[in-house]
């Protein structure tokens, strides 16, 4: 349920009506927007009559009648920032997210950590633990993985983004404090794991699965917000089409449905959406057009030798003359 306030609310008709909500069982989420302020009602409204909220210095009360609620932007109309340890995403706040698909050795992390950091980025990727397709391929160094990550945070200054796989390994994710927990495409249905992450304090950056629509996408984000974790942000990585030209089909449409349908940050991949190197620049600047609130771009030091996905990750010198294009860009749409 939504209450929307008068402009001219007093302080008194403002303190019972929080003291209102609240002896309801309800936890009232205030967002002081730029026209007017709407407190979003978390907890159980279904046995409540909308009437009940409409006292003075209210100027109407809503149901949310959509499946999701805490992340729609009815519930919260203003665009939401998330802080992964001090680098801000959304809410007019671009971050771009950079780094080898997998972290495969201390010279190869090192050598990508050091080279997006100099080209600007503000927080480095790399997996430890890699959900390959098939199951001879490397799956990732695991704890190795994350210590190495971890040391490279230190040494360049960048919070770390990696992916988890399975509950089993939080505690593995806690120890080695990774900033923040990715959900990959193939497991952004995997309800346990969702619930799970809404019990962390650490911002999650949650894939579109290869086949979900956006609603389920939302969807999958309400179970970590009502779970009790807030910092979630979203990612457009391409969606299976018939088309076979691109390992997926970026669909950048998503930008700006997300944005009408939910206060949540939205980023893009186009690494894993196109899969192919040229296009990794222009579809990142043309998500930037698309009013995206960051990127997720793979850098590998030397890719030919890369452990996966070779084909798509940048090469330093490419990330570092596309950095600088996002950046003309950006300042060009401001
Ligand atoms: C990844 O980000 O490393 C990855 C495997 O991508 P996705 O989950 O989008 O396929
Ligand atoms: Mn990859």
Same mark, same amino acid.
Do not use: W
């Given at each position: 349920?939504i209450? !929307?306030?008068?402009?001219?609310?007093?302080?008194?008709q @403002?303190?019972?009506?929080? /003291?209102?909500?609240?002896?309801?069982?309800?936890?009232?989420?205030?967002?002081?927007? !730029?026209?007017?302020?709407?407190?979003?009602?978390r907890?159980d409204?279904?046995?409540?009559?909308?009437?009940?909220?409409?006292? /003075?210095?209210?100027?109407?009360?809503? $149901?949310? &009648?959509? $499946? @999701? +609620?805490?992340? %729609?932007?009815? =519930?919260?109309?203003? /665009? &939401?920032?998330?802080?992964?340890?001090?680098?801000?995403?959304? &809410?007019? #706040?671009?971050?771009?997210?950079?780094?080898p698909c997998?972290?495969?050795?201390?010279?190869?992390l090192?050598?990508?950590?050091?080279?997006?950091?100099k080209a600007?980025?503000?927080?480095?990727?790399?997996?430890?633990?890699?959900?390959?397709?098939?199951?001879?391929?490397?799956?990732?160094?695991?704890?190795?993985?994350?210590?190495?990550?971890?040391?490279a945070?230190?040494?360049?200054? *960048?919070?770390?983004v990696?992916?988890?796989?399975?509950?089993?390994?939080?505690?593995?994710?806690?120890? @080695?404090?990774i900033d923040? #927990?990715?959900?990959?495409?193939?497991?952004?249905?995997?309800?346990?794991?969702? +619930?799970? *992450?809404?019990?962390?304090? +650490?911002?999650?950056?949650l894939?579109?699965?290869?086949?979900?629509?956006?609603?389920?996408?939302?969807?999958s984000?309400?179970?970590?917000v009502s779970?009790g974790n807030?910092?979630?942000? *979203?990612?457009? $990585?391409?969606?299976?089409?018939?088309?076979?030209?691109?390992?997926?089909?970026?669909?950048? !449409?998503?930008?700006?449905?997300?944005? $009408?349908? %939910?206060?949540?940050?939205?980023?893009?991949?186009? &690494?894993?959406? !196109?899969?192919?190197? /040229?296009?990794?620049?222009?579809m %990142?600047l043309a998500?930037?057009?698309a009013?995206?609130?960051?990127?997720l771009?793979e850098?590998?030091p030397?890719?030919?030798?890369? *452990?996966?996905?070779?084909?798509?990750?940048?090469?330093?010198?490419? =990330?570092?003359?596309l950095?600088?294009?996002i950046? +003309?860009?950006?300042?060009?749409?401001?």
């Amino acid at each position: 349920m939504i209450v !929307t306030l008068k402009g001219d609310i007093t302080q008194e008709q @403002y303190t019972s009506l929080i /003291d209102r909500i609240k002896g309801k069982g309800l936890e009232p989420n205030i967002d002081k927007g !730029t026209s007017k302020t709407v407190i979003g009602l978390r907890g159980d409204t279904k046995g409540i009559e909308t009437g009940y909220f409409m006292v /003075d210095g209210v100027e109407s009360v809503t $149901r949310v &009648s959509k $499946r @999701y +609620k805490l992340v %729609s932007r009815d =519930f919260h109309p203003s /665009d &939401s920032a998330i802080d992964v340890s001090g680098v801000k995403i959304g &809410s007019g #706040y671009f971050a771009v997210i950079a780094g080898p698909c997998a972290v495969e050795s201390e010279e190869q992390l090192f050598a990508a950590a050091e080279a997006v950091k100099k080209a600007g980025a503000s927080l480095l990727r790399g997996g430890a633990f890699k959900p390959r397709t098939c199951t001879y391929d490397f799956q990732g160094l695991g704890e190795e993985g994350l210590e190495l990550l971890a040391r490279a945070r230190d040494m360049f200054h *960048l919070p770390i983004v990696t992916e988890i796989l399975d509950t089993r390994d939080l505690e593995l994710f806690e120890k @080695y404090n990774i900033d923040m #927990y990715q959900v990959g495409a193939r497991n952004m249905g995997n309800t346990a794991l969702l +619930k799970e *992450l809404g019990t962390v304090k +650490k911002p999650v950056l949650l894939k579109r699965g290869m086949s979900a629509t956006i609603e389920e996408l939302l969807s999958s984000a309400e179970y970590i917000v009502s779970n009790g974790n807030p910092n979630v942000v *979203l990612c457009e $990585r391409g969606i299976r089409t018939f088309e076979t030209s691109c390992r997926n089909t970026l669909d950048l !449409t998503a930008v700006r449905i997300v944005k $009408r349908e %939910s206060h949540l940050p939205i980023i893009v991949d186009p &690494s894993h959406a !196109t899969g192919v190197l /040229d296009l990794v620049g222009p579809m %990142s600047l043309a998500s930037v057009a698309a009013g995206t609130d960051g990127l997720l771009i793979e850098v590998h030091p030397d890719r030919r030798k890369a *452990l996966s996905d070779a084909h798509q990750q940048l090469p330093p010198e490419e =990330f570092s003359a596309l950095m600088v294009k996002i950046e +003309k860009l950006r300042k060009a749409l401001e």
